[in-house]
Nanobody, 115 residues
């Protein structure tokens, strides 16, 4: 059974930082491209950051320079370090794993940026 479990969300003030984690089980983690997506109320889900199985990263323009995605294959975990957070970063953040025809999603973790 495949599971992606996100953690690390919460309430943070503008300018603050959070680190999200996504622990995977039931997959050969090192084979998978890992992504973080987010969905704000009333908006479409958007991809925030991605890291390939070989470690290549890319980011949405809205988060470049502020967010960093990384992975630890030994721990089967992907991270999203978020700095200089803005109110517009408020959303539910989802972890996604993709490889070949397989595509799995976590349940999401809420991030709220507010004073």
């Amino acid at each position: 059974q495949v599971q992606l479990v996100e953690s690390g969300g919460g309430l943070v003030q503008p300018g603050g930082s959070l680190r999200l984690s996504c622990a995977a089980s039931g997959i050969t983690f090192s084979n998978y491209h890992m992504r973080w997506h987010r969905q704000a109320p009333g908006k479409q889900r958007e991809r925030v950051a991605a890291i390939s199985s070989t470690g290549t990263t890319n980011y949405a323009d809205s988060v470049k320079g502020r967010f960093t995605i990384s992975r630890d294959n030994a721990k089967r975990t992907v991270y999203l370090e978020m700095n200089s957070l803005k109110p517009e970063d408020t959303a539910v953040y989802y972890c996604n794993a993709g490889f070949s025809l397989n595509d799995f999603w976590g349940q999401g973790t809420q991030v709220t940026v507010s004073s």
